[in-house]
């Protein structure tokens, strides 16, 4: 055999080492090219469009030198495309923020909805009829029935357990938001998308207006005449409206910033339970606020009884106000309060010596 057929057989023995990196090349997810010299994508970086240009073999080398291709020492291409990848991660593409794929191809959308428009259906029913006066004058009943008008305590309890209750029955399937300020507050924290959570607030709203319907059609006609509200949130007349806004924007911020906290897989201090702790924040606020506004923090939970009564006074600090807070505190929890990993905590400095 001449010396010049030895180089050659030689040379391709080191193409096929550096085209083909050790190890089970069937279970690998690296190989980079095929025998005619065309470029094929590892597994997971075509979807981020980290896709490897066709090139020959020689230019693989040059690329990686003294490293291989499959190297991810600098330098290596596919330390390049993983580089690429992590930008990407790091900022969502606009596709991520709007959430197209969220809507048109989750096949479980439709079971989101079902929940998000139960659990807010239950919460207006059961939490709106704790409000309501049973018996006593009110109602022509003798006042000895000992149910009269509930007290503070009693509905500040009954929202908080029912939002942990049906956030514990319907969490696993939508993330049991149950109320549009919440879904907008994980929209500014990153954690869900703008479509996503446009069909959660329809179908919140949907199950509030029902909630209430039902809650009326099940409330005998006396009692309703004593309670024409049926548990609607309204301003004291001591209370102006701008400080109604801000006073449900204030406790609405407390709530969203719970569920930030709560819901952050990364942090390790925390090992109770998330619908409790939630629920407890809703009881504290309404504790605090249920005589000046009447606590809604829920702009659903005002807008069921709304709709059923017509009674639409001041009915927009109800929405300004909790979306406002759940807006500001989802955005605050996302760039000041989140737990980074400590892979987010040193990919900074790379960023900066790779940078584009």
């Not at 239950?122 to 029935?145: D, M, T, Y």
């Not at 998330?274 to 829920?298: D, F, K, Q």
Request: glycine share 10%; net charge neutral; proline share 5%.
């Amino acid at each position: 055999m001449s010396n010049s057929n030895i180089r050659h057989e030689i040379l391709d023995e080191k193409l096929n080492d550096v085209a083909t990196p050790p190890g089970n090349n069937d279970q690998g997810t690296l190989p980079l090219s095929d025998k005619k010299g065309e470029s094929k994508s590892a597994d997971g970086l075509a979807g981020f469009g980290g896709e490897l240009k066709q090139t020959d073999q020689s230019d693989q080398i040059k690329r990686a030198p003294g490293t291989g291709v499959g190297s991810t020492s600098e330098g290596g291409a596919l330390y390049a495309c993983s580089h690429c990848w992590n930008r990407k991660m790091d900022t969502k593409s606009l596709n991520d923020v709007v959430g197209v794929k969220d809507v048109c191809r989750n096949k479980r959308l439709w079971r989101m909805l079902l929940a998000e428009f139960i659990g807010t259906l239950l919460l207006v029913f059961i939490g709106c009829g704790s409000c309501i006066s049973w018996g006593g004058a009110a109602a022509n009943q003798p006042s000895s029935v000992g149910w009269d008008k509930p007290s503070l305590v009693q509905i500040a309890l009954c929202f908080g357990i029912a939002v942990a209750t049906i956030a514990q029955a319907v969490g696993h399937v939508s993330g049991a938001h149950l109320n549009p300020a919440v879904s907008l507050g994980l929209v500014a924290a990153g954690q869900c998308s703008i479509l996503k959570a446009a069909f959660y607030i329809v179908a919140q709203c949907l199950g509030a207006i029902v909630g209430a319907a039902i809650l009326q059609a099940v409330t005998p006609s006396s009692i309703q005449r004593a309670n024409p509200s049926l548990g609607l949130t309204t301003l004291n007349p001591e209370v102006d409206i701008l400080q109604g806004l801000f006073l449900e924007a204030i406790i609405t911020f407390v709530l969203v910033l719970t569920v930030c906290a709560v819901c952050d897989d990364l942090r390790k201090d925390v090992k109770g339970s998330a619908p409790l702790a939630i629920g407890l924040s809703i009881t504290v606020c309404h504790l605090m606020a249920i005589r000046a506004t009447g606590s809604s923090m829920n702009p659903a939970r005002t807008l069921g009884p709304a709709t059923i009564t017509n009674t639409w006074t001041h009915h927009w600090v109800y929405w300004a106000g909790p979306l406002l807070g759940g807006f500001v505190a989802g955005f605050l929890y996302q760039i000041s309060f989140k737990e980074k990993s400590p892979e987010d905590e040193n990919r900074g400095p790379e960023r900066r010596r790779l940078g584009p």
